[in-house]
């Protein structure tokens, strides 16, 4: 077996076999992140290793979407792939004394990690869930620049600025009817895969969780395999962390804040309207309020207990 670290940037991909655990002597090689370069890669790491592509375990960050083509291309050609944390692998770092932060050390520690830690493998999202959640992530972006020219047109109504009223009109006109045929478009997608329509269907029946509540909560909830409620709050960012320690140290705890912040915030809105709405999570507030909780740690358990829901 041989641990590869790769850090992923934009313009290259920076490789750290571990050669020896014990001595941390490592073999380094920087390639273009190009997908035609990756054959050369994995020619590479055979080369260096003498392992087959079954015993190549290669670590990586989830660094945005640079990340993504890679882990597909190495995961279809049969390497095991772990996609970590970066505030994980930070960590770590940080525990084995590695001070400043270079491509080639990320590379290393990201080595290290994997011979001595026990990450879980990585695996992809099924098509049609990655194809979901990018028509998603766009209404979303759709739905900001809408607001935005919203926002602006009030104002410049307010100065009575009526050419910018026209220009701003004909921008919210195109914007909409773009919003439009996307929403038609992720229509269709759920329509083409009925599994995806009724689960979103049945988040509908959820008081307080809506369309946009439920495509966002479809897309974490289809994109991999959770095997309780508390490990998908746990990948939503909505379970506790207590900070405490002997007598002294008694601070509040926070809600750990480690998955998607959209999703928090939809779920955060869903929360506030389901108070009113939805009896289960009303009385839950009502109580944790009664037993001297404050408002926003009511909210938090009430967005938890939404995903348990779900």
Known sequence: MAVIGIDVSKQKIDCAWLRDVATGKVKTRVFPN????????????????????????????????????????????????????????????????????????????????GATQRPKAWQPEPEEVRKLKAL??????????????????????????????????????????????????????????????????????????GPAVSLRLLAMLRSRVFESARQAAAFAGLVPISWESGSSVRGRPRLSKAGNPKLRQSLYMAAVVGLRRNPDISALYQRLITNGKSKMAALGAAMRKLIHIA
């Open 34 to 113: 190009r997908r035609q370069v990756f054959p050369r890669l994995l020619e590479w790491l055979e080369h260096q290793t003498g392992e087959p592509q079954d015993q190549l375990h290669v670590l990586m960050e989830a660094t945005g979407i640079y990340h993504e083509t890679l882990a597909y291309w190495l995961h279809a050609a049969g390497i095991q792939v772990y996609v970590l944390n970066p505030a994980q692998v930070r960590d770590f770092s940080r525990s084995l004394g590695v001070r400043g932060k270079t491509d080639k050390k990320d590379s290393v520690v990201l080595a290290q990690y």
């Open 136 to 209: 998603a992530a766009r209404l979303d972006a759709l739905d900001k620049d809408i607001q935005r020219e919203r926002n602006r047109r009030e104002k410049a109504e307010f100065a009575m600025a009526t050419d910018i009223l026209r220009s701003i009109d004909d921008i919210l006109m195109a914007l909409t009817r773009e919003r439009d045929r996307l929403q038609q478009e992720v229509d269709d997608h759920l329509d083409q895969h009925p599994g995806l329509k009724q689960d979103r269907a049945l988040l509908q029946t959820i008081p307080s969780v």
